[in-house]
Nanobody, 125 residues
Framework: QVQLVESGGGLVQAGGSLRISCSAS????????MGWFRQAPAVRERQFVA?????????YYADSVKGRFTISRDNAKNTLYLQMSSLNAEDAAVYYC?????????????????WGQGTQVSVSS
């Protein structure tokens, strides 16, 4: 079993930057892909943001964040990161960390077995 806890969310001005983190506990963190998803208010489903393979050498990004967001992981610290820059109103959402038992990375939320509780990112104009 893996427990995931996100942190680092908050309010940021449009055009600003923010880094959110996901701390993992459990024995399988370094063996599985990790991902970030987000859910904006009144949106029914979580949207894929970024994913990284277990080794960190392969990453995927949603088109909407490509070039602005960077996903990374530190397996020694059991921590996943999402560095976000040039934030805009469309980026405001609850961001969820997800973990998979398989190497990945994966776009599809159904490939992830573990989820955090989410951290709120708000963007002011």
């Amino acid at each position: 079993q893996v427990q995931l806890v996100e942190s680092g969310g908050g309010l940021v001005q449009a055009g600003g930057s923010l880094r959110i983190s996901c701390s993992a506990s459990g024995r399988t963190f370094r063996n599985g892909a990790m991902g970030w998803f987000r859910q904006a208010p009144a949106v029914r489903e979580r949207q894929f943001v970024a994913a990284i393979s277990w080794s960190g050498d392969s990453t995927y990004y949603a088109d909407s964040v490509k070039g602005r967001f960077t996903i990374s992981r530190d397996n020694a610290k059991n921590t996943l990161y999402l560095q976000m820059s040039s934030l805009n109103a469309e980026d405001a959402a609850v961001y969820y960390c997800a973990g998979s038992r398989f190497s990945g990375p994966f776009y599809d939320s159904s490939r992830y077995d573990y989820w955090g509780q989410g951290t709120q990112v708000s963007v002011s104009s």
